[in-house]
Protein backbone atom coordinates (compact mmCIF):
# COMPACT_ATOMS: atom_id res chain seq x y z
CA UNK A 1 0.00 0.00 0.00
CA UNK A 2 1.33 3.57 -0.52
CA UNK A 3 2.12 5.79 2.33
CA UNK A 4 -0.50 8.39 1.55
CA UNK A 5 -2.77 5.83 1.67
CA UNK A 6 -2.10 4.03 5.18
CA UNK A 7 -1.89 7.70 6.77
CA UNK A 8 -5.11 8.74 5.49
CA UNK A 9 -6.92 5.77 6.87
CA UNK A 10 -5.11 6.14 9.71
CA UNK A 11 -6.57 9.31 10.19
CA UNK A 12 -9.63 8.66 9.14
CA UNK A 13 -9.80 5.35 11.77
CA UNK A 14 -8.28 7.72 14.56
CA UNK A 15 -11.01 9.94 13.74
CA UNK A 16 -13.85 7.33 14.22
CA UNK A 17 -12.35 6.00 17.32
CA UNK A 18 -12.24 9.79 19.33
CA UNK A 19 -15.66 10.57 18.89
CA UNK A 20 -17.60 10.08 21.62
CA UNK A 21 -20.53 7.96 22.39
CA UNK A 22 -23.21 9.10 25.02
CA UNK A 23 -25.39 6.73 26.61
CA UNK A 24 -29.07 7.79 28.17
CA UNK A 25 -27.27 7.49 31.35
CA UNK A 26 -23.52 9.54 30.77
CA UNK A 27 -23.89 13.27 30.24
CA UNK A 28 -20.27 13.94 31.24
CA UNK A 29 -19.40 15.37 28.14
CA UNK A 30 -20.85 18.69 28.66
CA UNK A 31 -19.36 19.01 31.62
CA UNK A 32 -15.60 17.64 31.25
CA UNK A 33 -12.88 19.54 32.18
CA UNK A 34 -15.36 22.07 34.04
CA UNK A 35 -15.24 22.29 38.01
CA UNK A 36 -18.70 22.01 40.19
CA UNK A 37 -18.73 25.33 41.53
CA UNK A 38 -22.03 25.09 43.65
CA UNK A 39 -24.88 23.38 43.91
CA UNK A 40 -28.83 24.03 45.20
CA UNK A 41 -32.32 23.66 45.22
CA UNK A 42 -35.31 24.82 44.53
CA UNK A 43 -38.05 24.94 46.54
CA UNK A 44 -41.53 26.23 45.49
CA UNK A 45 -44.36 26.16 48.32
CA UNK A 46 -42.53 23.54 50.21
CA UNK A 47 -42.50 21.36 46.60
CA UNK A 48 -39.28 20.49 45.31
CA UNK A 49 -38.87 22.03 41.59
CA UNK A 50 -35.10 20.62 40.64
CA UNK A 51 -31.60 20.91 41.85
CA UNK A 52 -28.90 22.58 40.03
CA UNK A 53 -25.62 22.70 39.70
CA UNK A 54 -22.87 25.21 38.25
CA UNK A 55 -19.69 24.10 36.40
CA UNK A 56 -17.00 26.30 34.85
CA UNK A 57 -13.66 26.08 33.35
CA UNK A 58 -12.19 27.65 36.70
CA UNK A 59 -12.62 26.40 40.15
CA UNK A 60 -14.36 30.09 41.01
CA UNK A 61 -17.03 31.67 38.92
CA UNK A 62 -15.78 34.40 37.41
CA UNK A 63 -18.85 35.87 35.55
CA UNK A 64 -20.87 36.26 32.83
CA UNK A 65 -18.34 38.02 30.71
CA UNK A 66 -18.15 34.89 28.16
CA UNK A 67 -14.49 34.13 28.99
CA UNK A 68 -14.69 30.97 29.81
CA UNK A 69 -16.87 27.99 29.07
CA UNK A 70 -19.55 27.97 31.95
CA UNK A 71 -22.80 24.76 32.29
CA UNK A 72 -25.45 25.10 34.68
CA UNK A 73 -26.97 21.26 34.91
CA UNK A 74 -30.57 21.19 36.34
CA UNK A 75 -31.87 17.89 37.83
CA UNK A 76 -35.98 18.13 37.34
CA UNK A 77 -37.79 16.78 40.35
CA UNK A 78 -41.52 17.35 39.02
CA UNK A 79 -43.02 17.14 36.43
CA UNK A 80 -42.49 20.62 34.33
CA UNK A 81 -43.70 20.39 30.46
CA UNK A 82 -41.71 22.30 27.68
CA UNK A 83 -44.29 25.25 27.39
CA UNK A 84 -44.08 26.23 31.04
CA UNK A 85 -40.04 26.19 30.85
CA UNK A 86 -40.60 28.55 28.06
CA UNK A 87 -42.94 30.82 29.87
CA UNK A 88 -40.87 30.59 32.86
CA UNK A 89 -38.08 31.86 30.82
CA UNK A 90 -40.30 34.61 29.20
CA UNK A 91 -41.28 35.62 32.00
CA UNK A 92 -38.21 36.36 34.24
CA UNK A 93 -36.37 38.18 30.93
CA UNK A 94 -39.44 40.23 31.55
CA UNK A 95 -38.75 41.31 35.09
CA UNK A 96 -34.90 41.12 34.93
CA UNK A 97 -34.86 42.77 31.27
CA UNK A 98 -32.77 45.96 32.42
CA UNK A 99 -30.87 44.12 35.22
CA UNK A 100 -29.53 41.94 32.33
CA UNK A 101 -29.17 44.28 29.22
CA UNK A 102 -31.76 42.41 27.55
CA UNK A 103 -32.88 43.66 23.98
CA UNK A 104 -36.23 44.23 23.04
CA UNK A 105 -38.79 41.98 23.46
CA UNK A 106 -38.31 41.34 19.02
CA UNK A 107 -34.68 40.34 19.74
CA UNK A 108 -36.24 38.07 22.65
CA UNK A 109 -38.58 35.99 20.77
CA UNK A 110 -36.28 34.07 18.13
CA UNK A 111 -34.41 32.81 21.58
CA UNK A 112 -37.75 31.65 23.36
CA UNK A 113 -38.53 29.91 19.80
CA UNK A 114 -35.87 28.33 19.71
CA UNK A 115 -35.70 26.94 23.03
CA UNK A 116 -39.20 26.02 22.60
CA UNK A 117 -37.89 23.45 19.94
CA UNK A 118 -35.25 22.12 21.84
CA UNK A 119 -36.15 21.97 25.29
CA UNK A 120 -38.71 18.60 26.05
CA UNK A 121 -41.39 18.26 29.02
CA UNK A 122 -39.63 16.76 32.10
CA UNK A 123 -40.05 14.44 34.98
CA UNK A 124 -38.56 13.64 37.90
CA UNK A 125 -35.12 12.54 37.10
CA UNK A 126 -34.66 14.48 34.11
CA UNK A 127 -31.36 16.74 33.64
CA UNK A 128 -30.92 19.06 31.29
CA UNK A 129 -27.68 21.12 30.90
CA UNK A 130 -27.18 24.63 29.33
CA UNK A 131 -23.37 25.03 28.31
CA UNK A 132 -22.33 28.52 27.60
CA UNK A 133 -19.15 28.44 25.26
CA UNK A 134 -17.13 32.19 25.33
CA UNK A 135 -18.25 34.55 22.80
CA UNK A 136 -20.66 31.63 21.17
CA UNK A 137 -23.20 28.77 21.58
CA UNK A 138 -25.17 27.59 24.12
CA UNK A 139 -25.49 23.67 23.77
CA UNK A 140 -28.57 21.95 25.38
CA UNK A 141 -28.21 18.73 26.97
CA UNK A 142 -30.36 16.07 28.14
CA UNK A 143 -30.91 12.62 29.13
CA UNK A 144 -29.78 11.14 25.58
CA UNK A 145 -27.50 13.44 24.32
CA UNK A 146 -27.48 17.14 22.38
CA UNK A 147 -30.78 18.29 22.35
CA UNK A 148 -30.40 21.54 20.45
CA UNK A 149 -27.89 24.63 19.81
CA UNK A 150 -28.88 28.59 19.89
CA UNK A 151 -26.03 30.03 17.83
CA UNK A 152 -26.48 33.71 19.28
CA UNK A 153 -23.81 34.77 21.51
CA UNK A 154 -25.81 36.86 24.00
CA UNK A 155 -28.31 34.15 24.66
CA UNK A 156 -26.51 32.21 26.95
CA UNK A 157 -25.08 34.77 29.71
CA UNK A 158 -28.64 36.34 29.12
CA UNK A 159 -30.11 32.96 30.01
CA UNK A 160 -27.62 32.10 33.03
CA UNK A 161 -28.51 35.44 34.33
CA UNK A 162 -32.13 33.86 35.41
CA UNK A 163 -29.79 32.12 38.26
CA UNK A 164 -26.51 33.80 38.54
CA UNK A 165 -28.11 37.73 38.71
CA UNK A 166 -27.74 39.55 41.75
CA UNK A 167 -31.11 40.55 41.33
CA UNK A 168 -32.49 37.06 40.73
CA UNK A 169 -35.49 35.30 41.62
CA UNK A 170 -33.54 33.27 44.64
CA UNK A 171 -31.11 35.21 46.42
CA UNK A 172 -30.10 31.95 48.19
CA UNK A 173 -30.15 29.61 45.43
CA UNK A 174 -27.86 32.06 43.75
CA UNK A 175 -25.53 32.10 46.19
CA UNK A 176 -25.65 28.05 46.75
CA UNK A 177 -24.74 27.97 42.79
CA UNK A 178 -21.61 30.22 43.57
CA UNK A 179 -20.53 28.53 46.13
CA UNK A 180 -21.45 31.02 48.88
CA UNK A 181 -21.36 28.87 52.17
CA UNK A 182 -21.95 31.46 54.52
Same mark, same amino acid.
Given at each position: ?124 ? &? ?26 ? &? ?28
Amino acid at each position: MPPRFITAAAVLLSSLLAVPVQGAADLSGPLDALHEVGSGELTWFGLDVYEARLHSATPEFKGLDGSVPVALEITYRRNISSESLVKTTAKEWRRLRTELGLPAAERLQPWLDAVAEIWPDVTPG &DRIIARVEPGGPTFFYGNDGLLGVVDDP &DFGPAFLGIWLHPETRDASLRAALLGDTR
